[in-house]
């Protein structure tokens, strides 16, 4: 599936005389009668921030803050962004964890062509989920990514939850030197291991920020994995915390526990008992401290638990019926070209077959294809010692079973592929497209792990 520029265009031309175009952000789409609307200009551009005290990181950001600009919306309506490219090189969204058509899906050559400076591209979805989700470039990610373009797209549930305090805390780390100036996204022998890891880490763009909690009352934090490579090993000692949504779907709350991994890409909502006034919370990466949650005002609050939020309708795969396919993840072994040509490594490959991203038409050749609306389940295996937020597009999927942990099944649209891991996931190929199914480690992705599925 790939087209060019004049055929979407003419497409878009086609489209246009059902409605009045130019004005706000309404275009040909008409809205539903009894839906809020949410219209965006969302506006890439490169913005300073001042992540190092004194010093200025030349980031690119949307709606001019890095990590972007905080989109919401509400579950059943349709979310309505006009997106403007000033950087200076191509871009395009890419609305992660979204259940959307592919021709709104954000992938160059496969879903649109990439948005050229100066030009725009209006996105329209309708949300189906509620939940924490957030939104990144497919193009050069190492370096959009890497320099600031991802923030965090919030669909609150249809009904009000029971959570009457909320925040949204965006988790990145910086490849940034001592003097706030970028350093290379992505290092061959980095990408070939474990990925590049940045080096300063920030909470919603600020480096160790106090952030300010109702005392007593329960907040639900949304946490975001939005950097490139590395996996949070989030605790909070001494924290009444417990779970509520895994990567934007609802679990049977419970308590955090020791330690949660979130890995490039995912998020987690917990529900948190701030504690008394004066005190204050560590929000830690391991021993790291991340952010200090301190707690201010007067405690009013009966400090219930909120009711377990509500699941998104996600079509339920049925095992007894469901083909398994299989997915090998594995170093592609051409270490070779570590010392090749300067661009396009290969370090990763799924069964067998290793992603270009220099090369336009890989989307051409799928890895798998699916009948549509047939039950499936995929049994990943990792053959590398390194771990892999292994994702895909257009549909969320279960996951059921592991060979190295006991499995509470849930809906997502990132699992954690542990060091030599076998697990299996399944879902319902309700969704038509060619969707992209890859490690959200940005260098793997950009160094072979990637691969398309396509649903017929
Ligand atoms: Cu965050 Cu291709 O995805
Ligand atoms: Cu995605
Ligand atoms: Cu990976």
Redesign the pocket.
Known sequence: MSFTRRKLLAGLAGLSVLGAVGGGARYWLGRPANAVSHDYELIAAPVDVELIAGHKTPAWGYGGQAPGLELRARQGDWLRVRFINHLPEPTTI?W??IRLPLNMDG?PYVSQLPVLPGESFDYMFQLHDAGSF?Y?P?TTSAEQLGRGLVGPLIVDEREPSGFRHERTLSLKSWHVDKEGAFTAFSVPREAARGGTPGVLSTVNGEHAPTLELPAGEVVRLRILNLDNTLTYRLNLPDGNARLYALDGNPITPRPLGEEYWLGP?MRVDLALKVPPPGEALSLRNGPLRLATLASVGADESDGTWPAPLPANPIAEPDLQQAETLRFNFEWAGVLSSEAGQGEGFTFWQINGQAWDINDKTCAERPIATLKKNGHYIFELRNLSQYQHPI?L?GMTFKVISSNRKKIEPWFTD?YLLGKNETARIALVADNPGVW?F?C?VIDH?ETGL?AAIEVV
């Open positions: 890419h992660h964890g992938v957030w990144h497919h890409g994702h597009h990132t992209m890859h959200h992705m990637m």
